[in-house]
């Protein structure tokens, strides 16, 4: 069902009351579920965002960008599954977008602000797209070269001591925030914000540029590199930013790090050590399981320096490290809260060696599918004490391996295991996600009369049996996990399945794959009458 042009606004009205006290809370997060119940609305948010930016409703606009942003990662989610309409539809929004800039109607600010919201939603903007972000910073730098004057340099530094301020001097809360607003923002430029903070005087935005050192542009990444390496010279790396440049050094793909190892090296020639890691003490550290669409959740509360820090990363097959942050300073309610909330779904006690296992497992992923990770990894490393990780692809035959457990099963016992694997259902939440989305199931299903266990095994022939190895990889991620958290979970019938998968078993020999098909058969015959 469609969203009515009346139900978005009073939904942007909704969103308005938290932006108005400041914070969001109870009000914004019913305008997102609610919002989510509808069909993607993103073209008629984007539309009525333009109509608002005609009259200047600010207030408006912010609302409904907002609720843009949204939307924006909704249909990001159904591309990453494989849906060719939400690619098509987000390239709807580019394109109005793009039109919408041509008419002169809208400011150069309002149509950045909406660009914005991509980068939000962490949905790429295209080529169209970033040439009109160029023309844009054009226009406005053209419009303000009369009123230049010297005196305005200082401009740019007085913006950076106020963000550094408002981000309570966070290096991390600082690149955050500037790496969602400058999305779009051709790579020169991006290049020269970097490096205008890493000169800028203020040590929290110092410390902030080394995370362009993992911009998605190589341009970018060397162009910064290169300013670590002056900036080493006059003395102007700290020991903190060193020990971080070492630490993501490996990170980088090969084109950038011989610019990075020189700034190092510049810096350990000016006599500058590297920064001791910080002593940190773990309190809790939690894993999700291998939700359907590959995404890995941790959950980390840490003591440090007598402050209470939340940890959270998202790990995600076929991509990479998708998202990783630490907030310090939450009172010790507050993060029980969000560890209460989150044992509403699968929850498992993990060693923080774990993390290094998986994050290295993921930062090569990353390298195999050109996403970089955010910066906000090395602050969630360091908050949970892990002091280096390197970038190593893990097979699902070598994490089988690493399951030194796995060995003692029995032949006989392995047969059992593939059969009742189904039975896992009612253990675990996070399988009711095991099931095919995307394109290549409509094609086999929509129209499709055929007996529900034709349709099944249809499926695991023509979209379960080419995506063999992703499911190899989520069955032995989920027997890992199962494994490291304890003898009370139910690893062994994960842990067989990965193996006969890897080992070419025919898919019908696996219950587990079994549920899949039929899970998946189930839900697209939910999405259909929901259509």
């Not at 919201?117 to 023309?135: N, Q, T, W, Y």
């Not at 923002?185 to 020269?192: A, C, F, I, K």
């Not at 032949?411 to 694997?421: P, R, T, V």
């Not at 499926?459 to 049996?465: D, F, H, L, S």
């Amino acid at each position: 069902m469609k969203a009515t042009k009346t139900e978005l606004i009073r939904l942007a009205q909704l969103v308005h009351k938290d932006f108005a006290s400041g914070h969001l809370s109870k009000n914004a997060r019913q305008a997102v579920e609610v919002l989510a119940d509808y069909q993607n609305a993103a073209i008629e948010l984007l539309d009525l965002a333009l109509g608002a930016a005609t009259k200047e409703d600010e207030s408006l606009i912010d609302s409904l960008g907002f609720l843009l942003g949204q939307s924006l990662e909704a249909l990001r989610f159904d591309i990453e599954s494989g849906y060719r309409t939400a690619s098509e539809l987000a390239e709807c929004v580019r394109k109005r977008l793009a039109t919408a800039s041509k008419t002169g109607t809208v400011s150069p600010s309002t149509l950045l602000f909406l660009v914005q919201c991509f980068g939000s939603a962490k949905l790429d903007i295209g080529e169209e797209l970033r040439g009109v972000v160029e023309h844009l910073l054009e226009e406005v730098s053209e419009a303000n070269a009369d009123n230049f004057n010297p005196a305005d340099l200082a401009g740019l530094f007085g913006f950076v001591a106020n963000l550094v301020k408002e981000a309570d001097a966070d290096p991390f809360a600082i690149h955050s925030a500037l790496a969602e607003s400058s999305e779009g923002v051709p790579n020169e430029h991006r290049g020269v914000l970097a490096t205008a903070f890493l000169f800028s005087g203020e040590a929290a935005a110092a410390e902030a540029s080394v995370g362009w050192l993992l911009d998605p542009a190589a341009a970018v990444r060397q162009a910064l590199a290169h300013a670590l390496e002056d900036a080493a010279r006059k003395g102007k790396v700290t020991p903190t930013m060193l020990r971080r440049m070492i630490a993501i050094r490996n990170w980088l793909p090969q084109d950038s790090r011989a610019a990075l190892d020189t700034a190092i090296a510049t810096a350990r020639r000016k006599g500058v050590p590297p920064a001791q890691w910080d002593d940190v003490e773990v309190r809790q550290l939690t894993c999700t399981g291998v939700d359907g669409s590959g995404a890995i959740g941790v959950l980390a509360h840490c003591r440090n320096k007598r402050k209470n820090v939340l940890g959270s990363l998202v790990l995600k097959h076929d991509f990479g490290v998708r998202d990783a942050w630490a907030r310090e300073g939450l009172k010790t309610k507050e993060i029980e809260q969000t560890f209460f909330e989150a044992s509403l779904m699968d929850q498992f006690a993990i060693r923080a060696e774990f993390i290094r296992t998986a994050v290295g497992h993921f930062l090569a992923l990353g390298h195999q599918t050109g996403s970089m990770p955010p910066f906000g990894l090395l602050r969630f490393l360091e908050v949970v004490g892990i002091h280096s990780v390197q970038p190593e692809f893990i097979s699902a035959t070598s994490l089988l391996e690493m399951i030194q457990d796995g060995r003692v099963i029995t032949a006989n016992q392995f047969e059992q295991l593939l059969a009742k694997g189904s039975d896992l259902v009612a253990d675990y939440a996070f399988l009711d996600s095991w099931f095919e989305v995307g394109d290549e199931v409509d094609v086999v299903l929509t129209g499709n009369r055929a007996t529900r266990k034709k349709r099944e095994a249809l499926i695991m022939e023509r979209v379960i049996e080419p995506r063999r190895e992703w499911w190899a990889q989520a069955a032995a991620w989920a027997a890992y996990i199962l494994n490291q958290a304890g003898i009370d979970e139910r690893w062994q019938p994960f842990y067989a399945a990965a193996l006969a998968i890897v080992q070419k078993r025919p898919l019908h020999e696996i219950s587990l794959m079994k549920w899949v098909a039929e899970q998946t058969v189930m839900a697209s015959e939910t999405r259909q009458i929901a259509a």
